[in-house]
């Protein structure tokens, strides 16, 4: 059976859930079955892993803007549970966004003290995307250590929260803001603006994972590429940044019609395989991948790419197969 390695998948620290009220009120809404799969870097966690035939799992934390000193100590627990299970787990770093100098400094940090392979970062701080030079210190270090940065949807900030309200349950409004619709939407629009903003230009070399097959993009992604030539002139188009710089996980999807479509956009080179756990079961990403195979979308040596040589390459790494 062939390694697989997943790369948008989930824990949570008692220090950010403990950090604020606000903060316990957050993860006081998650089921008690996953919020105990999300604070276990363990036997459970490895046990699931097993599960669904999975080698390897970059772990990131969960929702929480926090500040340094709270990123720089579930960093360390992370590492310390990297170093229980070398084989199985590896990390992305938790950053201080609000505070972009120490989050580039704290990335170096776990790149070069822990051996995490980037870092996962929150699609907005409050509403506030990184398309604002305040925040391209991040962007330089993550170029200079060539590592990626994956950007993973947030909820909602309030004034958001008001643009999907309407005639239905303020709950109804809550899921559009989030997993209905809003995160996705959201972080495909924070891509267009880090492209409009010229980060891309800025930084060459940046590599960016966003997941949930491309949150929209890829449906929309010749409309965008042909509006955003009116956005001032650019060292290189949105398609050639889409395919040079962006990397795609299926994350969280476990549908072979989105799945076409980015195919259709983006270089199977730049397609990775990942579940969402524990959000998503590892159990359900392995049927999916069946479901690939037996479909014939994704074949032969493409396959072993999506599964995990593109990651591989990607956070140089190695997967074991169990």
Known sequence: MRPLITLEEHFASQTVITSSDEAKA????????????????????????????????????????????????????????VQRNPTRLAGFAMLPMREPDAAAAELERCVKTHGFVGALIENHLDGVFYDAEAFWPVF????????????????????????????????????????????????????LRLFAAGVFDRFPKLKIIIGHMGELL??????????????GAKQRGLREVWRENIWVTTSGMFSLTPLKCLLQTMPIG?????????????????????????????????????????????????????
Request: charge should be negative.
């Open 26 to 81: 957050h993860y006081a809404h998650f089921p008690p079955h996953i919020l105990d799969k999300l604070t276990d870097l363990d036997q459970t966690r490895v046990a699931d892993l097993d599960k669904g035939h999975v080698s390897l799992q970059i772990v990131s934390h969960g929702p929480g803007n926090v500040g340094a000193g709270i990123c720089a100590d579930v960093n360390n627990d992370l590492a310390a549970a």
């Open 140 to 191: 330089a270090r993550a170029q200079d250590l060539d590592v990626p940065l994956y950007i993973h949807p947030t909820f909602a900030s309030d004034s958001m929260v008001e643009h999907y309200k309407g005639n239905y349950a303020d709950s109804v409004a809550l899921a559009l803001s989030a997993f209905g619709w809003g995160w996705h939407a959201e972080t495909g629009h924070h891509i």
């Open 218 to 231: 890829p449906f929309q992604l010749d409309r965008c590429i042909g509006i955003s030539e009116r956005w």
């Open 270 to 322: 730049h397609v990775l395989y990942s579940v969402d756990y524990p959000f998503s079961p590892n159990e359900k990403g392995f049927d999916f991948l069946n479901e690939i195979e037996e479909s014939g979308l994704i074949a032969g040596d493409d396959l072993d790419l999506f599964a995990y040589k593109n990651a591989e390459k990607l956070l140089r790494v190695t997967a074991t197969p169990n």
